[in-house]
């Protein structure tokens, strides 16, 4: 375990970093046992905004006395042609981004930063955890085991830490979706709270993986995905179609976008309560779309309100 002390005579900000996990449940135990309530945040490092929102949210809770905010690239969660060996790792500048927030919110984070993946899943590790059809629908089309090794190291991570609640952004709308179906079919105590997108002045949602466009697709062609899906959204929502017509409204859309040769890999339209298909009782759906701009693929969702 490591420290970089805080900022303050008065009140010591610190960050506390483990790279194992028996020292660190060891400290959770005696946090709790002293009758203190934590936030997690997981996730795999490289940080923006958008994940230092998530711990920036949890710490202004009263509830949370500190945040544990991991960082492990998990090796489960990719596919054998992608990314995994050239995941973006900046672990010197993000513990200075999390040292700032700490400072600033004038709480301790711990931060979980393993030094192998036998910290998280031991040798001889063989089980999954699957969400069974929500895990196999858009990016489940895409990325056949993806969702399956997120669940799994949340899950795993969920029973380590046992958070009292813990932050995601609906950025990745579905994976939030999925891990609340989780939690609830498994019973695991950790409330999820999910948090909105954080975007770039340009209104392109942050992510890790934005860091492989070049800078003039990040300035142009990446924002097809968004400016398309606000385009349907204006187009739904002020519009005095039936539901009906606008589903059909939808599919045309769809249509047109989805060519032959077209850099989208979905654009779908479904219940925002369900991940199902519309039906009379919807009341809000979620746009979902995935486009591959140059070799970087981009996801962004959006909420569209149909029977206002």
């Given at each position: 375990?490591?420290?970089?002390?805080?900022?303050?005579?008065?009140?010591?900000?610190?960050?506390?970093?483990?790279?194992?996990?028996?020292?660190?449940?060891?400290?959770?135990?005696?946090?709790?046992?002293?009758?203190?309530?934590?936030?997690?945040?997981?996730?795999?490092?490289?940080?923006?905004?958008?994940?230092?929102?998530?711990?920036?949210?949890?710490?202004?809770?009263?509830?949370?006395?500190?945040?544990?905010?991991?960082?492990?690239?998990?090796?489960?969660?990719?596919?054998?042609?992608?990314?995994?060996?050239?995941?973006?790792?900046?672990?010197?500048?993000?513990?200075?981004?999390?040292?700032?927030?700490?400072?600033?919110?004038?709480?301790?984070?711990?931060?979980?930063?393993?030094?192998?993946?036998?910290?998280?899943?031991?040798?001889?590790?063989?089980?999954?955890?699957?969400?069974?059809?929500?895990?196999?629908?858009?990016?489940?089309?895409?990325?056949?085991?993806?969702?399956?090794?997120?669940?799994?190291?949340?899950?795993r991570l969920l029973i380590l830490l046992k958070p009292h609640r813990t932050y995601m952004g609906l950025k990745d709308f579905q994976q939030q979706f999925l891990i609340k179906k989780m939690v609830k079919d498994l019973l695991l105590s950790s409330e999820i709270i999910s948090l909105p997108t954080i975007r770039e002045k340009s209104n392109l949602a942050m992510s890790s993986r934005n860091n492989y466009l070049t800078p003039q697709e990040r300035e142009g062609e990446a924002l097809c995905l968004y400016n398309t899906m606000l385009r349907v959204k204006h187009a739904l929502e002020n519009s005095s179609l039936s539901l009906k017509e606008k589903i059909s409204l939808f599919n045309d859309e769809k249509e047109k976008t989805l060519g032959p040769h077209s850099k989208w890999q979905y654009l779908e339209l479904l219940d925002s309560e369900t991940l199902k298909n519309i039906t009379s009782k919807t009341k809000t759906a979620q746009i979902f779309g995935a486009y591959l701009c140059g070799k970087t693929r981009l996801i962004d969702n959006m909420t569209i309100y149909l029977n206002p």
């Open positions: 375990m490591k420290s970089i002390n805080g900022f303050s005579q008065k009140r010591q900000s610190m960050i506390q970093q483990f790279s194992h996990i028996a020292p660190l449940q060891n400290y959770l135990a005696e946090k709790i046992n002293e009758g203190q309530e934590f936030s997690f945040v997981p996730t795999m490092g490289n940080l923006h905004e958008g994940h230092l929102s998530l711990a920036r949210e949890s710490l202004k809770d009263s509830r949370n006395s500190f945040c544990v905010f991991s960082i492990f690239v998990n090796p489960k969660q990719f596919g054998p042609k992608e990314d995994f060996h050239n995941y973006p790792s900046t672990i010197e500048e993000d513990i200075v981004k999390l040292s700032s927030l700490s400072k600033e919110m004038k709480k301790d984070i711990l931060l979980f930063y393993p030094d192998n993946q036998q910290e998280i899943f031991p040798e001889g590790f063989a089980t999954s955890i699957t969400v069974d059809g929500l895990s196999k629908i858009l990016c489940g089309k895409q990325r056949k085991n993806h969702f399956k090794g997120v669940t799994t190291v949340v899950y």
